[in-house]
């Protein structure tokens, strides 16, 4: 454990402790950003620093911004970027590696010890031809849904604030660039494993390793019910580590189909060992449900989509477990470690749906239908009549609110979301059944915490992208203002949880950044 940091701190005063970098050169090459023209502040998350215990007026401080756009080095920090590797759309890629991602390094928090990278800081030996750049719309869409998701209570990585540039960047056509500065325990990816596996560096793989049991250490005690790893081999940690992922993604898979989050680039280097969900692409909160939709317009396969995220997410958790295999002999055991996710992922599913649905856990004695019969019940109806995902949990969970007072009639603002509500009027007779045994109003105030009324929509992205490539940043914050709390009313931006407007589908997502 590290030592209490005050609740205060000036960015000067962060104590840097480089762990990465004291993996060794197999790891990372050290090297500086590389400068960008007439850097300016965009945006910053007052939550972020909050909990990290920045000073209020961080920002302020001479040197910072320049720091933060990689026009000049913290004092203590040892920048560098990592090697790792990856399976691309279901193909070995080799190498791949922090191609405009610099780690800037670690520091101490009162949160514990935090990675700091700079997103889009020039290129790296990792590069392979592009320019190390992030443009500003990527950058706004990485830094908003960073802390939406974490708003949402979904495990993610941070993203503390970002700096646009005039520096000319060329996409399908020519954009500018812009600086994120975010922020992880460890960016450490499935990825980092393979690469080592793949270039069959045992010891190097054996660092790795012991580096993320270091990071997981209370995660693992409480997995292991031990007090202590001590009296546990190596091998043994290396399977409680990839069991405890295993169930981590399994968590992380149920929040993300809860809140209709689709990734849009599940490949392995875009998995966090940590279960943080990182590197957001072309990713999508749905509007109209559909279980096979697919955000990333460059998965022509559809690979990625909405329904198949938890199988991806159970096959890169084997090629890690692949890359775990000059480690643990057994492979058996490797396999039955991560076969946890395939028998925690149902449970998990079950209680976001509970939850979504304000129903308490009941033992299936107690019920002549299990409830996922009933999540299971809506989501067909809503993916039939192509119901707006978020407006109808939210509504769903107003309307529980008011059915004390007003009975069934309370469900009418819902109905209106359906053009053929028989369907639903059918799974309704079976959900109020359900409700009898329950606290309705305790129900109403589990789902209001449950159906967010903000998610970060992709037309809400680009409102406030357009504005910023006008120089206009204040659309970022009122949407950064209901995004941190999205359970939360904000009376007076009900425009924020609308229906998409019909120009919405016409945007095109795809991995261009
Ligand atoms: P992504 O699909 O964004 O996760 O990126 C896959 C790989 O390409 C990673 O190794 C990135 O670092 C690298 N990469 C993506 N965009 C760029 C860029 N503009 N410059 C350098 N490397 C990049
Ligand atoms: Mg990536």
């Not at 856990?361 to 999540?375: I, T, V």
Request: hydrophobic share 40%.
């Amino acid at each position: 454990m590290s030592k209490p940091q005050p609740s205060s701190l000036k960015i000067s005063e962060l104590n840097w402790i480089n762990r990465f970098a004291q993996l060794g050169d197999a790891f990372s090459t050290r090297l500086t950003a590389t400068a960008v023209p007439n850097p300016q502040w965009m945006a910053f998350s007052s939550n972020l620093s909050h909990e990290m215990g920045l000073q209020d007026d961080w920002m302020h401080e001479p040197g910072v911004l320049d720091a933060l756009s990689g026009n000049a080095v913290f004092k203590g920090s040892e920048p560098l970027a990592s090697v790792y590797s990856g399976h691309q759309f279901g193909h070995w890629a080799g190498q791949l590696g922090d191609g405009r991602a610099l780690c800037l390094g670690e520091v101490l928090t009162r949160v514990g010890p935090l990675e700091i990278q700079l997103k889009g800081a020039g290129p790296t030996p990792y590069s392979r031809r592009a320019d190390g750049r992030a443009v500003l719309r990527s950058t706004v869409r990485e830094f908003l849904c960073s802390e939406a998701m974490a708003g949402l209570g979904i495990p993610t990585t941070r993203a503390l604030c970002m700096v646009s540039s005039p520096l000319p960047v060329y996409r399908e056509e020519l954009e500018s660039a812009a600086v994120l500065t975010r922020v992880a325990p460890s960016f450490v990816r499935f990825g980092h494993f393979e690469h080592f596996a793949s270039v069959q560096n045992k010891a190097a793989l054996k660092t790795l390793a012991q580096f993320v049991l270091d990071l997981s250490q209370e995660n693992l005690m409480k997995h292991t019910n031990l007090s202590a790893l001590d009296g546990l081999s190596f091998e043994e940690k290396c399977l409680a580590f990839l069991e405890l992922t295993a169930i981590n993604y399994a968590k992380l898979m149920s929040q993300w189909q809860g809140v209709g989050f689709c990734h849009g680039v599940m490949n392995t280097d875009n998995m966090s060992i940590l279960g943080l969900t990182i590197d957001y692409g072309p990713f999508q909160f749905m509007d109209a449900f559909d279980p096979q939709h697919i955000c990333n317009h460059s998965d022509h396969e559809g690979r990625y989509r909405y329904a198949q995220q938890p199988q991806i997410a159970y096959w890169n958790l084997f090629c890690l477990g692949q890359a775990f295999a000059s480690l643990i002999e057994d492979t058996d055991k490797i396999v039955k470690a991560l076969s946890l996710f395939k028998t925690h992922l149902p449970l998990e599913i079950e209680r976001v749906y509970q939850s979504k649905l304000g129903l308490l856990e009941l033992s299936s004695a107690q019920q002549d239908k299990p409830d996922s019969s009933l999540a299971e019940g809506i989501l067909q109806v809503l993916a039939q009549e192509r119901v707006d995902y978020s407006i109808f949990w939210r509504k769903l969970s107003v309307a529980v609110g008011h059915y004390p007072l007003l009975a069934r009639a309370a469900f009418d603002g819902v109905n209106e979301l359906f053009l053929d509500a028989r369907g639903f009027q059918l799974w309704l007779d079976g959900y109020l059944d359900r409700l009898k045994s329950e606290n309705v109003e305790a129900s109403a105030q589990r789902m209001l915490k449950s159906n967010p009324k903000f998610v970060l929509r992709n037309h809400l992205c680009e409102i406030a992208i357009q504005a910023a490539k006008a120089g206009d940043n204040s659309e970022i914050e009122r949407l950064m203002k209901v995004l941190s709390s999205p359970f939360d009313e904000h009376p007076g931006f009900e425009s924020f949880a609308d229906h998409p407007p019909h120009w919405a589908q016409s945007l095109s997502i795809s991995c261009s950044s």
